[in-house]
């Protein structure tokens, strides 16, 4: 059920709904920087910005936060302009201090701007999210945002063309990153796009097929434990002892009904997330420990034998979750994921309810898992991503509505054809996230480079003695591009 809130974070440590549906692996999503010592963080800024950019007749405005590092900045000069797209989360001030493109910042002498996404965050243009009200969110406005941002900043501080802006993202805004440059090429020179998948779809069954390849590599053994798993709990599931047995081992909040197969839909997608939101971030250098948590971690349960048969391993790894997030049970059921998604007040309000509703009007991007081969064997269907959709916005949210938006998406943007000089495409082989992105080269004038071994937006964290020599020189080819393009 977290395939819905890859960034929501639930700051209580008191049991509430939103824990287990939301632990802290997110399925997606740029996570925050960590920093050695305490630093005063940059204040708020706010930008005034227009509502609708693509109604003429609308004067409506909003505040949009944004930050600004200008440290390295020299005044007067050609100095370029480095800037941070916010995504489909708070964007956090910790950025313009730390991480990899402050280190090119501090070599290139760039003055350094993060804008956040609008609706998330504290960046509220409308007085609610009902459905009515999220109309004006869309990548397609985000990148209007971006580009009367950096026409806004250039009067500020008085820049000329001289003055080169390059974009920065990971995640999504890895592919508003790209999509920027494509889209605004008079306002943007170049682009960095980490992780950003370029390729809308529905069914996004390759998710699951990479976090099996990453298991892989611990031993087939990991890989194993996960399918007989899956395949007990579907056999426990049949028989009223077998259900008690699941109730009990998994600690769930609510006892499983097996006639609500969306209930039990989405427990098999909470256990598998268990597994998949620690592939995708790992070893990433998020936060002040991130090799707490990791492939090796979970697959060393998965492997140990004196626990039990698979699903014994299995709800082990659950419980070792739960721990790490404080959770003394459970919580799985449609009907608490409805609850949350369905909340439209920002006093009370997470990101979850907007990242949907991009998912249902624009992208898709749901982790289905329909096969009996699959590493989760036939357990996650499209319709019940297709079903949330309705059930959470209305009826004219429906699946020839989705594949209607996703057709346009591909269209508006280029999907993985995509033509753009001066963006450099970065991934890593273990974030599920490539499959949808550029991963080899389209040509000279925008690169990519697949680092063996790496996670989710990894060469975006500051570096670590930790690093693999791939990881290391991705960031030094990055930079040799940023060098290269500010001289053309």
């Known amino acids: 059920m977290r395939q819905y809130l890859f960034l929501f974070l639930c700051v209580s440590v008191m049991y509430s709904p939103c824990q287990s549906l939301a632990r802290k692996k997110r399925k997606y999503g740029l996570g925050e920087p960590w920093l050695k010592t305490f630093i005063q963080l940059p204040e708020d800024q706010w930008f005034n910005q227009k509502l609708d950019h693509f109604d003429p007749m609308s004067n409506v405005t909003w505040k949009q936060r944004y930050g600004t590092n200008d440290t390295f900045f020299r005044k007067g000069t050609d100095s370029p302009v480095f800037l941070m797209i916010g995504g489909e989360g708070e964007a956090s001030p910790k950025w313009l201090i730390q991480g990899t493109w402050i280190n090119y910042a501090a070599k290139y002498g760039a003055l350094c701007f993060q804008l956040e996404h609008r609706y998330y965050g504290k960046s509220h243009p409308t007085p609610d999210v009902s459905t009515e009200n999220l109309k004006y969110l869309s990548s397609e406005q985000a990148l209007a945002d971006l580009a009367y941002f950096i026409q806004g900043m250039k009067a500020e501080y008085g820049l000329t063309n001289a003055n080169k802006w390059i974009a920065f993202g990971g995640s999504y805004p890895g592919s508003l990153a790209a999509w920027l440059r494509f889209k605004y090429p008079h306002l943007v020179h170049a682009a960095v796009s ?262 989710h937006c990894a060469n975006m964290y500051p570096p670590s003695d930790h690093d693999s020599p791939e990881l290391k020189d991705a960031r030094v080819k990055i930079s040799e591009f940023i060098g290269k393009w500010l001289k053309e």
């Not at 006639?259 to 936060?287: C, M, P, W």
């Not at 994921?337 to 907007?354: E, G, H, P, V």
């Not at 993985?416 to 040509?443: M, T």
Request: aromatic content about 12%.
């Open 194 to 455: 980490s992780s950003g998948p370029l390729l809308a779809k529905a069914d996004f069954s390759e998710y699951f097929n990479v976090v099996k390849a990453a298991l892989a590599t611990y031993g087939d053994n990991c890989v194993q434990t996960v399918i007989d798993a899956n395949h007990q709990i579907e056999l426990l599931l049949k028989h009223p002892v077998g259900q008690q047995t699941v109730n009990k081992l998994f600690k769930l909040c609510e006892k499983i009904d097996v006639h609500n197969k969306k209930d039990v839909q989405s427990l098999f997608e909470t256990l598998a997330d268990n597994i998949a939101g620690v592939v995708q971030y790992n070893k990433d250098n998020r936060g002040l420990n991130p090799y707490k948590v990791t492939i090796d971690t979970i697959c060393d349960i998965l492997t140990n034998h004196s626990i039990g048969t698979p699903v014994h391993r299995y709800a082990a790894l659950n419980d070792f979750m739960m721990e790490e997030e404080l959770e003394s049970c459970l919580v799985y059921t449609y009907k608490d994921l409805l609850i949350m998604l369905q909340n439209t007040d920002w006093t009370s309000f997470d990101s979850a309810r907007l990242w949907i509703y991009q998912t249902c009007t624009e992208f898709g991007f749901y982790q289905t898992s329909e096969k009996k081969a699959s590493l989760f064997g036939p357990t996650v269907s499209l319709k019940f991503f297709e079903d949330t959709c309705t059930d959470v916005f209305g009826s004219e949210f429906n699946p020839q509505q989705l594949m209607g938006d996703i057709f346009r998406t591909n269209v508006m943007y280029g999907a993985l054809g995509i033509e753009v000089s001066r963006v450099v495409f970065v991934h890593g082989s273990i974030d599920p996230w490539h499959a949808l992105g550029v991963i080899e080269s389209n040509n000279n004038e925008a690169p990519a480079i697949y680092i063996n071994g790496t996670a």
